[in-house]
């Protein structure tokens, strides 16, 4: 049989081991959440599983009844107020002290007066009826010195000495209480829509985002040439597109003179056998000048 130094020895082993382990556990947890989320289909996926479990969990809502202390069998109850008064009244059984069920006087109709339960003696419940899914834990002191933890649940309807008691949630729904899913399936689905709106949203956004920018880009940079013949007078500029609008003309062409030359603006036109002088006059074969 081991020691108890050696015991002591392979659980501190066993301990180092298993925080160890899940160390490891949670580096990797984290590790495999940072790759889904870095990765278009990780985060689809992920995405879809959160939508469609976020549904599942809201459509869980249902009423869950009540619980009664007197089904079947008598129980002995015993109360007790608290001294100055907290506006409750701290019913228990004598066989689970571990329960105590909780009478908030001002959820009641007829309205509770805490002094009926100053007698525990003269108590004679006939019924009381509890939620079970609403509780709260709570330390009783025993004479100054010992306490205890309780669990404690609220009474929606009890009967005492005849006069039966009840909460407005009782009366309205006297078959169980409604647990709602809904509020935490719509969180939990709208992270689910959040992470497709991310993994599909975005890159869509990107994509019209460089269109435009390569658009404006391309426009900002194209010139236009502005004449094919820079010394032909009156030469309209090219539009885009390359059509010449309406309004605007073609300069008045020159008619082709005898030898096909076309005479440029301001010159004159050659005569047959003549020739141009630098002075402007025009000079026959016989040396004679005369005037254009």
Same mark, same amino acid.
């Given at each position: 049989?081991?020691?108890?130094?050696?015991?002591?020895?392979?659980?501190?082993?066993?301990?180092?081991?298993?925080?160890?382990?899940?160390? $490891?556990?949670?580096?990797?947890?984290?590790?495999?959440?940072?790759?889904?989320?870095?990765?278009?289909?990780?985060? +689809?996926?992920?995405?879809?599983?959160?939508?469609?479990?976020?549904?599942?969990?809201?459509?869980?809502?249902?009423?869950?009844?009540?619980?009664?202390?007197?089904?079947?069998?008598?129980?002995?109850?015993?109360?007790?107020?608290?001294?100055?008064?907290?506006?409750?009244?701290?019913?228990?059984?004598?066989?689970?002290?571990?329960?105590?069920?909780?009478?908030?006087?001002?959820?009641?109709?007829?309205?509770?007066?805490?002094?009926?339960?100053?007698?525990? $003696?003269?108590?004679?419940?006939?019924?009381?009826?509890?939620? =079970?899914?609403?509780?709260? &834990?709570? +330390?009783?002191?025993?004479?100054?010195?010992?306490?205890?933890?309780?669990?404690?649940?609220?009474?929606?309807?009890? =009967?005492?000495?005849? +006069?039966?008691?009840?909460?407005?949630?009782?009366?309205?729904?006297?078959?169980?209480?409604? &647990?709602?899913?809904?509020?935490?399936?719509?969180?939990?689905?709208?992270?689910? $829509?959040?992470?497709?709106?991310?993994?599909?949203?975005? !890159?869509?956004?990107?994509?019209?985002?460089?269109?435009?920018?390569?658009?404006?880009?391309?426009?900002?940079?194209?010139?236009?040439?502005?004449?094919?013949? *820079?010394?032909? *007078?009156?030469?309209? +500029?090219?539009?885009?597109?390359?059509?010449? !609008?309406?309004?605007?003309?073609? *300069?008045?062409? $020159?008619?082709?003179?005898?030898?096909? %030359?076309?005479?440029?603006?301001?010159?004159?036109?050659?005569?047959?056998?003549? %020739?141009? *002088?630098?002075?402007?006059?025009?000079?026959?074969?016989?040396?004679?000048?005369?005037?254009?």
């Amino acid at each position: 049989m081991p020691d108890t130094s050696t015991q002591g020895a392979i659980v501190a082993i066993v301990v180092i081991l298993a925080i160890l382990g899940l160390i $490891f556990l949670r580096r990797l947890l984290i590790h495999f959440f940072i790759y889904l989320l870095a990765n278009h289909a990780g985060r +689809t996926a992920l995405g879809v599983l959160l939508c469609i479990g976020g549904l599942i969990f809201g459509l869980t809502s249902n009423v869950v009844a009540y619980q009664s202390l007197f089904q079947g069998s008598d129980v002995a109850l015993t109360a007790h107020v608290n001294t100055p008064d907290d506006g409750n009244v701290y019913i228990e059984t004598v066989d689970n002290l571990a329960a105590v069920y909780i009478i908030h006087d001002a959820d009641f109709s007829p309205p509770v007066d805490a002094s009926m339960f100053q007698n525990s $003696f003269s108590l004679n419940f006939n019924s009381l009826v509890y939620d =079970s899914t609403n509780t709260q &834990q709570m +330390t009783e002191q025993f004479l100054g010195s010992f306490a205890s933890d309780d669990t404690g649940y609220t009474v929606k309807q009890f =009967s005492l000495n005849g +006069t039966t008691f009840a909460t407005a949630d009782y009366q309205a729904n006297p078959t169980g209480a409604f &647990q709602n899913h809904w509020l935490a399936g719509a969180g939990i689905a709208g992270a689910g $829509f959040l992470l497709l709106l991310i993994s599909f949203g975005i !890159p869509w956004l990107s994509k019209r985002w460089e269109t435009a920018a390569s658009a404006q880009t391309s426009s900002v940079g194209q010139s236009w040439p502005t004449s094919a013949f *820079p010394g032909t *007078p009156n030469m309209p +500029t090219p539009q885009p597109g390359g059509i010449m !609008p309406a309004s605007m003309s073609m *300069p008045t062409q $020159f008619t082709p003179q005898p030898g096909g %030359i076309m005479p440029m603006p301001t010159q004159f036109t050659p005569q047959p056998g003549g %020739i141009i *002088p630098a002075d402007g006059l025009k000079q026959d074969v016989n040396g004679r000048d005369e005037q254009r």
